[in-house]
């Protein structure tokens, strides 16, 4: 019976491997869903012959033992109710993590400590706190434009439409107008995905404190990477980015002199403004706003950012990091999105000013979480799928503000 298990999980190694290698090819979001569904059967059965051969090892008496002693060997094994802190099933869980040993079905009848997602709980020994020291702040430009769940493919209409008024008299009538041409804004399919390494996320403690880290993981390196996509996007397999659209063509340039000078704000910027395009709001590193909007001062040295320009910043406010400028919503990023105003080059982009709900992220399907085991690293990597375009609607409403020597 032994050897026709082992010869079983041999072949069920043999179909995850040839099913984990096709999925990670695949572009195709519904069969990437069937494999893993495959995929989760296959390693559902896999855990149920290690448990069993598991078992049989464990009834098998040691050398040179009676049967009747090792029967009541395993018979007068009880399992304390802290039993997740024992020595014993810390081993088995580490074999669980170092090699896909099944966690043993004696410490696997809670529910509170197994899912099928996990197979296992982190033994409580292990203290359930994570310092993360990544404290960069991500997610305020994707939480303010607008979402959609279209599917890849579809256009959106976006033009000028317009006619003029025009005076008629007894013997006149008005000329024919055209409303205008519209174009079209179409929306791709990119594949995005996200791979978090076992041996992470084996160092936590319980299993909310595992699904916890997991959803928060992802979460910010996607709110990571499409603050850079609204922004930066290359539109090239990623979401079309603002920088990187050739529909933007408005461009205020600014020296030092006058970007830290309210009078210039209002001559040089907010008179080229139309009146339809008042509304919308900035984008600016934190430190440019630290060291060039809060530093404005009068000839005797004193300050009048928000006497003259309304500017508030809530930057100590680490869950919402904006403020108002000239009575608009501000921003705030890290450099790596727009470089701070100082040590930027010069004819660098270091300000946005946009309408947020111009900028449509379209997110197909949601995350599709699977599990695989990485060959060359020797982890399990839980890989999370996600397909994402992002582009302008309209382009007319953005004015990017361009730092110039001088």
Request: charge should be negative; glycine fraction near 6%.
């Amino acid at each position: 019976m032994r050897e026709l298990l082992e010869k079983r999980l041999a072949a069920i190694a043999a179909q995850i491997n040839d099913i984990t290698a096709r999925a990670e090819a695949s572009q195709d979001a519904a069969e990437v869903r069937s494999m893993t569904k495959q995929l989760a059967e296959l390693k559902s059965e896999e855990s149920e012959i290690r448990a069993s051969l598991a078992k049989a090892e464990q009834m098998t008496p040691p050398a040179g033992a009676t049967l009747v002693n090792a029967g009541a060997q395993h018979f007068n094994t009880k399992r304390s109710e802290n039993s997740l802190e024992s020595m014993e099933y810390r081993e088995a869980f580490r074999d669980y993590v170092q090699r896909g040993v099944a966690i043993p079905a004696e410490f696997r009848t809670g529910t509170a400590n197994t899912t099928a997602d996990t197979g296992a709980a982190i033994p409580i020994t292990v203290m359930n706190e994570v310092i993360n020291t990544v404290r960069k702040r991500y997610g305020n430009l994707y939480d303010k434009v607008r979402k959609t769940n279209v599917p890849g493919g579809v256009k959106i209409s976006a033009g000028a439409l317009q006619a003029s008024f025009k005076w008629i008299t007894e013997s006149t009538v008005s000329p024919r107008q055209k409303a205008g041409e519209l174009a079209a804004v179409t929306f791709g399919s990119n594949v995005a995905e996200i791979r978090i390494a076992t041996s992470f996320l084996a160092n936590l403690l319980t299993l909310s404190a595992f699904e916890a880290a997991l959803v928060e993981v992802i979460a910010v390196a996607y709110r990571k990477a499409m603050d850079e996509a609204i922004v930066l996007g290359s539109g090239d397999g990623a979401p079309l980015g603002i920088l990187n659209d050739a529909r933007v063509t408005h461009v205020v340039e600014m020296t030092a002199a006058k970007f830290a000078n309210w009078k210039n704000w209002r001559s040089d910027f907010f008179a080229k403004l139309p009146l339809g395009y008042r509304s919308g709001e900035f984008i600016f590193a934190a430190s440019t706003v630290d060291s060039k909007l809060l530093t404005m001062s009068d000839d005797n040295n004193n300050p009048i950012y928000y006497l003259a320009a309304g500017l508030v910043v809530g930057d100590g406010d680490a869950q919402n990091p904006t403020g108002r400028f000239f009575g608009r919503e501000v921003s705030l990023v890290e450099p790596d999105i727009l470089p701070d105003f100082d040590t930027a080059d010069a004819n660098s982009i270091v300000g946005i000013y946009w309408q947020p709900q111009d900028y449509m992220v379209n997110e197909n399907f949601g995350f599709t979480i699977r599990r695989y085991f990485d060959e060359d690293t020797n982890e399990w990597i839980d890989k999370a799928l996600i397909v994402v375009d992002g582009k302008l609607l309209n382009a007319e409403g953005v004015y990017l503000i361009k730092k110039v020597s001088g």
